[in-house]
């Protein structure tokens, strides 16, 4: 009875983190972590109304970990050098969590839980790319690019996807390059 009167909406999710990271999105239930946190599914419901709500959740403290990572990657920095940064601390993240950062929101902008989070993730990014004089839908564009490339690499990455023997490393440093040419408007 006294684990059930301590339990909060934060100790679900942080039960549904550690499941994620040890199963994979694909083994969050109500039930695992019901006994995770040693209490009946139906207790759960005091604190997330279901499954759905409970992924939201936990969508959402991945964004705000990576936003929180993110941001203090590029404190001080300026430029190529922090674009640079954010893109091998993004790429970090996923190498480090891959299995949580598959419950990372694709589209979080519209979804009513995670929006607010959604605009503090995009608007570091924003930031970063400031200096090079990029406004609106530029911007934008900009960082969908940056996003893409990030985020294909890193997924096919930890799924195995790359199987020749060159480097990785070396791979990703040339679309970082690449990147970096793009906002400086070589390409």
């Known amino acids: ?4 009167s301590r339990l909060t909406t934060a ?4 039960a549904a983190l550690e499941l994620v990271d040890e ?5 969050l239930t109500l039930a695992a972590v019901a006994a995770r946190t040693g209490v009946a599914t139906p207790s759960l419901y005091k604190h997330v109304a279901s499954l759905g709500e ?11 970990e990576m936003t929180a990572r993110l941001t203090e990657t590029v404190l001080g920095r300026a430029g190529d050098d922090a674009v640079e940064a954010l893109m091998h601390a993004y790429r970090a993240y996923v190498q480090e969590r891959p299995k949580r950062y ?9 979804d009513e839980l995670q929006a607010a989070a959604g605009m503090k993730f995009m608007e570091v990014i924003l930031a970063t790319l400031r200096q090079y004089g990029l406004e609106g839908s530029v911007a934008i564009h900009a960082t969908r690019r940056l996003r893409v490339i990030v985020h294909g690499f ?9 199987g020749l023997p060159e ?14 040419n793009d906002l400086r408007g070589t390409l």
């Open 1 to 4: 009875m006294a684990v059930r």
């Open 11 to 14: 100790k679900v999710v942080d």
């Open 23 to 27: 199963q994979g999105v694909e083994g």
């Open 54 to 64: 409970l992924r939201g959740h936990v969508g959402l403290r991945v964004l705000e």
């Open 102 to 110: 598959a419950a990372a929101p694709m589209d979080p902008l519209h």
């Open 154 to 162: 890193a997924s096919i990455e930890s799924n195995g996807g790359f």
């Open 167 to 180: 480097g990785l490393d070396e791979t990703y440093d040339q679309l970082v390059q690449m990147y970096l």
